[in-house]
């Protein structure tokens, strides 16, 4: 009996830390971006003063002022434009090639996969060096082409990792249906093979999209034209230039930071899917 | 019949050429080109490029390096790796351990400690740069220490450069161990429930089920987290360059900041950039190839 009571007294005791340690660890993730987004609301005077999460007055003219004069608005919309066309890129390449992996006949089919793979293993931190006299060989550094295509080349090699994994373990009956039906190999991979590949490209999807959305390197080395730069580029050069003025500089973070918390926030389900995935390949 | 065939096959080809395209630009001719250019002299710009052989990784390699800084970065990039794999990675498991039970919120958890891994480098490491920095006595963590009365704790977070690094490899953590806490979570859950009820059943407490039961079959999840923190944390940047920027400039810097500053530096050049990225990557190379090895031995246990 006695031992029951300490037996419980213990229970509660280890609960109560547990819940301490995840509530702090919590509070740390959140405490900080919260902090920045409710001080871009104050002004130059108060902004380290009141710390409070609720600013006294709301000045969202801070954010008109980013997004014009501090040109969010611009790099906004560049951000934007390169996710979406270079998810859209990963998608198509990387799907067509998976499918061709993982369903097709051909010479050295293996060899070629095999050496994508190998990509995503060896690494090497000098490669942006020539990359980035490459682009200007080919005349495609300080172009959005040029970002975009090499935006493209990062997210491959996983991407058909996840995808031939994918349709390996997928029955074919439906696309053998289909070939009898007349349906061409493009035809089959369109209709049939995407379609029934949905979870994964989504996994894809939303990998990639936090991928060029935060990506930093390659867009500091291929841009040099202020207005071509995305969000993160330019949050760098705007810290040169309104050196003093913080609140603009956290609406600025606020800006280039929600989206992405956003995607991850209605994506959640595919995040955790693709990160134990990932971990695999790994 | 076998013009057909030959059809059929070209048409299978086509499926894989984007891709392969996009990867031999990108990818493969950049890889054999960091090996020629390592061994010329070039500013990146000039038409010629000077062929000197094996003089740049010599110069890597010598007492008076042109880049004197080079090799401490590569300490200082071990230093963030050694802290993210002891601190941020256990920090990490101690977490998924607490939330790999009925417990309340575990999901709100799951969600939030993913918040800062889906954050840019630029944006966590500009947003600790408001939080910590001194200017206006703003240093929120110092006001949050001096309210919790702990003011021999206050430090100048990012200006002395004792503790500079070390705020590095904290805010490092705190950005990455959301990574290591969803795999290992996923890793204690593939674990049968039955293994545990059974050593209940044979009077094990839970330390003895941890140690005898959790932390063996973990091994080989604890041992690709520490991989993938090694080549992660070792190639990281960003961080050093947007959360101390100048105050500690030349004091603290990374592998990359290293080969982006010999880029630029027309001494140096492009051929000596690259020849840091192989070095560089051949040291990269052989850590994870030991970390296999022992992943192995381990796993034979």
Not at chain 1, 107 to 122: C, D, Q, S, T, V
Not at chain 2, 66 to 74: A, G, Q
Not at chain 2, 114 to 130: A, C, K, T
Not at chain 2, 239 to 256: D, W
Request: net charge positive.
């Amino acid at each position: 009996m006695k031992s029951q009571i300490v037996y419980k007294i213990q229970r509660i005791f280890t609960n109560t830390i547990i819940h301490l340690l995840l509530l702090t660890v919590a509070v740390s993730c959140l405490y900080p971006m919260l902090w920045v987004a409710a001080s871009s609301l104050k002004t130059q005077e108060t902004v380290f003063k009141d710390t409070s999460l609720v600013p006294r007055e709301w000045r969202f003219q801070n954010y008109v002022q980013a997004w014009r004069e501090g040109g969010f608005g611009r790099h906004f919309l560049n951000s934007l434009v390169y996710t979406v066309l270079v998810v859209m890129g990963i998608v198509l390449v990387s799907s067509l090639a998976a499918y061709g992996f993982s369903r097709l006949e051909f010479p050295g089919r293996n060899a070629i996969f095999y050496i994508f793979l190998l990509a995503m293993m060896i690494p090497v931190p000098g490669s942006f060096v020539a990359l980035y006299a490459l682009l200007n060989k080919l005349r495609l550094r300080n172009t959005e082409v040029g970002y975009i295509l090499a935006m493209i080349n990062v997210g491959l090699s996983t991407s058909i990792f996840l995808l031939k994994t994918f349709f390996d373990k997928t029955p074919k009956e439906l696309e053998d249906a289909a070939r009898i039906d007349g349906c061409s190999k493009f035809g089959i991979w369109w209709n049939v093979a995407l379609p029934l590949a949905k979870p994964v490209l989504a996994v894809v999807v939303v990998f990639n999209a936090l991928n060029v959305w935060n990506e930093y390197l390659l867009a500091l080395l291929i841009f040099d034209d202020r207005p071509k730069m995305p969000l993160q580029v330019a949050l760098q050069t705007f810290q040169g230039e309104f050196l003093t003025n913080y609140p603009l500089l956290m609406a600025g973070l606020t800006i280039t930071a929600v989206p992405i918390i956003i995607l991850y926030l209605l994506m959640q389900k595919y995040i955790v899917k693709g990160v134990t995935q990932g971990a695999i390949v790994g | 019949m076998s013009f057909q065939r030959l059809r059929s096959t070209l048409e299978n080809y086509l499926f894989i050429l984007p891709a392969v395209t996009i990867f031999t630009i990108f990818y493969i001719i950049p890889f054999f080109w960091v090996f020629q250019l390592s061994l010329f002299k070039w500013d990146g710009i000039a038409f010629t490029k000077t062929f000197v052989g094996l003089r740049n990784f010599m110069d890597i390699f010598s007492r008076d390096s042109s880049d004197p800084l080079w090799w401490r970065s590569i300490a200082q990039a071990g230093y963030i790796t050694l802290f993210a794999l002891t601190f941020q990675n256990a920090l990490a498991f101690l977490l998924a351990l607490a939330c790999d039970r009925e417990i309340k919120l575990k999901n709100f958890y799951r969600v939030v400690f993913f918040i800062p891994p889906v954050l840019s480098e630029v944006v966590v490491g500009m947003v600790w740069r408001l939080i910590l920095n001194d200017i206006d006595g703003a240093n929120l963590l110092n006001r949050g220490l001096i309210a919790l009365g702990l003011e021999n704790l206050t430090r100048h977070w990012i200006y002395d450069q004792h503790i500079a690094l070390t705020t590095v490899a904290i805010v490092h953590s705190w950005k990455g161990f959301g990574w290591g806490f969803l795999i290992f979570l996923a890793g204690l859950q593939t674990i049968p429930k039955e293994l545990y009820e059974a050593a209940r059943v044979d009077g094990a407490n839970a330390w003895q089920q941890f140690l005898r039961i959790t932390l063996p079959l973990m091994v080989p999840v604890i041992i690709l987290v520490g991989i993938l923190t090694v080549l992660g944390t070792m190639q990281a940047f960003v961080l050093v360059k947007t959360l101390i920027q100048s105050e500690v400039a030349g004091s603290i810097s990374v592998p990359v900041l290293r080969i982006l500053n010999s880029m630029n530096n027309q001494d140096l050049g492009f051929g000596y950039a690259c020849a840091q990225g192989l070095t560089f990557g051949i040291l990269l190379v052989i850590i994870s190839f030991v970390q296999n090895r022992i992943s192995k031995k381990f796993s034979s246990l």
